[in-house]
């Protein structure tokens, strides 16, 4: 039976101490992958503890993919290729070209980088991947070889049709869905769609490569500005603009989410303009807390909605698998301008991916990169509230970072150098911002890379 | 010791028939693996045929990969994994979209299809790749989590630029190489570093691809007629182009190499107008017979050619990883002006191509398939010649078709709709030329799909 001194635990919760043993107990090998654990109650008896503790400890454990329940059967340690990778350093991205590597060498090792919007690839669940990539390989070279169809292999469009539907509640067909090779290719591909003679609204702030990747497909950008609930509609119907570029289910960096009226009002301006919205829906799985919010596409009636993700957010950044979903005249449009394209994802990947995602695992890992990100928050909020210094923080339940409202009054600049010099990087509203617009005094806190 | 009973050969050559026997007793599994073959004196005497016969089978079986010489030791039959697949046969791509679907539902089922240059993937080294592949996965996450630099991985440029010099005799350092995903998707990159309000001259006959992207990137196209030596100076002056897209080792469909006093002054012109010419070299491994052609990269002085190249037509079409070479200067502008996007290619595929380059595989792949092509170009150019029409074989001696020049008055559509008749598709020179030319009497014959 399992023996833990319930003494040694110091200032943190019983059900907490017993997770991190198990947890240390499962890692080192001294509970062997398959094996059972014991029951709530015999575990709570043996180390006189509440049968909620444990029970706590078990669930933490369960979620995090460690263990798993069987019904009527108890509680079992995951088979060792399912266990969630520990944790392993990640180096930056090396460039290659020279200019960019002399700046490399001269970046500062930060104690804590707030300002990298990096998600964590040291979880993911590596062995399972690999797994499915040699089955994906001892398929053979017949299908493996053949070119994909214009927009992505079959098996995947129907997995991600289905995990649209379950997770998201948008009703999208596969023949509707256009995979490519990561969503800066696929906004370059609805350019050639709808026209670089359009102007397209983007948010401001917004991640400055958005703009970037229209202006380099030739396309007009005009930025519009926000309030407590996205986007304006009075400042975008001002504008030339036929296309909107949005994030409603969090935007980046003000974590604004879209409420229902505003993303009606939005669908309306588009119906009305006979213009579109691309939904960039790239955070949605990272909502941590509160009802997800229902996406545009799945309210869009006028067929003026194309819906996109990505997967090097969710599961690693060197995967470039993204895919968007377009409304029924817009696709065929688009099979007769673009289908001439071939798909720029190899055959391969996406059908390791589609297997990924019909056998659950990528639910799984979503479910305990939730996880991970929680913890990471709660650190990082920790950290910052604990700071001594007066400030604010807000939208920290959705997506990958939160913000941080400064009562000070020294420009960002100066409050940037300040954290500089104790080894914190901080990046500010303010650099996202097209409008020249001052001090914000407010902080974007990014944790997932932490 | 090897023992065939040559008077069985019927009419074919003796070493031809040996190297049959061999190949057959290798593929079925009588010669081992690992195991050495009889020295060629040997064999020689024990069946009866000249020393100049083995040697002659001995070298077939060396090009095809099935044996390898090892030096003052003999001949050896190739380790199992590397020997070359067994010909499966490869069904048509599966597109998803309906309307495409049922199209392909109507799909004629040809006795030969000489109008799809489809390559033949069949011959793929699966096994060599599994392998490979399994190695790169046992690197790791964190190497193969990591986004790639925005150029690609520095192992896949390194590979490529030793590659380029040994057999193309390019010297481009790996910073001034470019690696996305497909040639169509580098174009579009192309375009966005040099302007869309740039002209774009494109041969005329060419493959229609390269006009459709171009124009769904927003440039305008013009097409330049060709002689006997490629695209006509004097007329690509005359048009507002500044920036020449051709393929100067194989054109497709003519067939035309083109020589060096053409290259160079096509090279002129681009000097003269500042302008950029960019090689697509998709088809020079392929050269059948004859020296290979220098690049105009090579021969280019002035930064003027942007090299572009493919792996999808030497690999497989589902593999899509494509590369282009930049002059110095344009490099740099590419990495102020798009070095923000990321790598179209996974990491996973860039490492496991690098591989595969760096250990000569492709080398011997495009050996081996020089062979095989070679072969189907000879069974087709007997078709043709022993048809008892009155026709004449052209541009028989690189890439992968050659031009068959009709003695008719028959209209092409005629002749196509007669050749349907007995279950032949052909596709003839008057379909890829912009200018409207009426009856060209010309057959593109595409064999490697056979």
């Given at each position: 039976?399992?023996?833990?001194?319930?003494?040694?635990r110091g200032?943190?919760?019983?059900?907490?101490?017993?997770?991190?043993?198990?947890?240390?107990?499962?890692?080192?090998?001294?509970?062997?992958s398959?094996s059972?654990?014991?029951?709530?109650?015999?575990?709570?008896?043996h180390?006189?503890v509440?049968?909620?503790?444990?029970e706590?400890a078990?669930?933490?454990?369960?979620s995090?993919?460690?263990?798993?329940?069987?019904?009527?059967?108890?509680?079992?340690?995951c088979?060792?290729?399912?266990?969630?990778?520990p944790p392993?350093s990640?180096p930056?991205?090396?460039?290659?070209?020279?200019?960019?590597?002399?700046?490399?060498?001269?970046?500062?090792?930060w104690?804590?980088d707030?300002?990298s919007?990096?998600?964590d690839?040291?979880?993911?669940?590596f062995?399972?991947?690999?797994?499915?990539?040699?089955e994906?390989?001892?398929?053979?070279?017949?299908?493996?070889?053949?070119p994909s169809p214009?927009?992505?292999?079959r098996?995947?469009?129907?997995?991600?049709?289905?995990?649209?539907?379950?997770?998201?509640g948008?009703?999208v067909?596969p023949?509707?869905i256009?995979v490519?090779?990561?969503?800066?290719?696929?906004?370059?591909?609805?350019?050639q769609?709808?026209?670089?003679?359009?102007?397209?609204?983007?948010?401001?702030?917004?991640?400055?490569?958005?703009?970037?990747?229209?202006?380099?497909?030739?396309?007009a950008?005009t930025f519009?500005p926000?309030?407590?609930?996205?986007v304006?509609?009075?400042?975008?119907?001002a504008?030339?603009?036929?296309?909107?570029?949005v994030?409603?289910?969090?935007?980046?960096?003000?974590?604004?989410?879209t409420?229902?009226?505003?993303?009606s009002?939005?669908l309306?301006w588009?119906a009305?303009?006979?213009?579109?919205?691309?939904?960039?829906?790239?955070?949605?799985e990272?909502?941590l807390?509160?009802?997800?919010v229902?996406p545009?596409?799945?309210?869009?009636?006028?067929g003026?909605?194309?819906?996109?993700?990505t997967?090097s957010?969710?599961?690693?950044?060197s995967?470039?698998?993204?895919?968007m979903?377009?409304?029924?005249?817009?696709?065929?449009?688009?099979?007769?301008?673009?289908?001439?394209?071939?798909?720029?994802?190899?055959?391969f990947?996406q059908l390791?991916?589609?297997?990924?995602?019909?056998?659950?695992?990528?639910?799984?890992h979503?479910?305990?990169?939730?996880?991970?990100?929680?913890?990471?928050r709660?650190?990082a909020?920790?950290?910052?509230?604990?700071?001594?210094?007066?400030l604010?923080?807000t939208?920290?339940?959705?997506?990958?970072?939160?913000?941080?409202?400064?009562?000070t009054?020294?420009?960002?600049?100066?409050?940037?150098?300040?954290a500089?010099?104790?080894?914190?990087?901080?990046?500010?509203?303010?650099?996202?911002?097209?409008?020249?617009?001052?001090?914000?005094?407010?902080?974007?806190v990014?944790?997932?890379?932490?």
């Amino acid at each position: 039976m399992l023996t833990y001194d319930m003494e040694k635990r110091g200032k943190i919760p019983r059900y907490d101490y017993l997770y991190r043993c198990i947890k240390a107990d499962i890692l080192e090998g001294r509970l062997k992958s398959g094996s059972r654990l014991p029951s709530k109650r015999a575990l709570a008896e043996h180390i006189a503890v509440s049968v909620v503790t444990v029970e706590n400890a078990y669930a933490q454990l369960g979620s995090e993919g460690y263990i798993l329940s069987r019904p009527r059967s108890g509680y079992y340690v995951c088979p060792a290729e399912e266990l969630p990778a520990p944790p392993v350093s990640v180096p930056a991205p090396s460039s290659a070209f020279l200019p960019r590597r002399e700046e490399e060498k001269t970046e500062k090792k930060w104690k804590y980088d707030f300002a990298s919007n990096r998600i964590d690839p040291s979880r993911f669940p590596f062995s399972v991947w690999s797994r499915l990539m040699r089955e994906t390989l001892s398929i053979g070279g017949e299908e493996l070889l053949r070119p994909s169809p214009f927009n992505g292999e079959r098996a995947l469009r129907e997995a991600i049709a289905d995990y649209l539907l379950r997770s998201r509640g948008i009703s999208v067909p596969p023949e509707r869905i256009v995979v490519g090779a990561g969503t800066e290719y696929l906004y370059g591909l609805i350019v050639q769609l709808l026209g670089r003679e359009r102007v397209y609204a983007v948010e401001d702030p917004s991640y400055p490569k958005i703009a970037q990747v229209y202006r380099a497909n030739g396309a007009a950008v005009t930025f519009v500005p926000m309030d407590g609930q996205g986007v304006r509609p009075d400042r975008l119907a001002a504008t030339s603009a036929a296309v909107l570029h949005v994030s409603p289910s969090h935007q980046y960096p003000t974590g604004i989410v879209t409420g229902f009226t505003r993303r009606s009002e939005l669908l309306a301006w588009a119906a009305r303009r006979e213009g579109y919205v691309i939904e960039d829906d790239y955070d949605s799985e990272f909502r941590l807390a509160g009802k997800p919010v229902q996406p545009m596409q799945a309210l869009d009636t006028a067929g003026r909605v194309i819906y996109v993700n990505t997967f090097s957010r969710t599961l690693a950044p060197s995967m470039r698998i993204s895919y968007m979903a377009l409304p029924e005249g817009l696709m065929r449009e688009f099979s007769e301008k673009l289908g001439f394209y071939a798909c720029t994802v190899p055959v391969f990947e996406q059908l390791t991916l589609a297997k990924f995602i019909a056998e659950g695992y990528f639910e799984r890992h979503l479910g305990r990169m939730r996880n991970i990100y929680r913890k990471k928050r709660d650190e990082a909020v920790c950290l910052f509230a604990g700071s001594g210094y007066p400030l604010e923080i807000t939208a920290e339940d959705a997506g990958l970072h939160f913000l941080v409202r400064l009562q000070t009054d020294l420009p960002d600049e100066e409050v940037r150098r300040r954290a500089a010099e104790r080894g914190v990087r901080l990046a500010f509203l303010s650099d996202f911002t097209a409008e020249a617009g001052g001090a914000s005094h407010c902080i974007v806190v990014n944790y997932s890379g932490l």
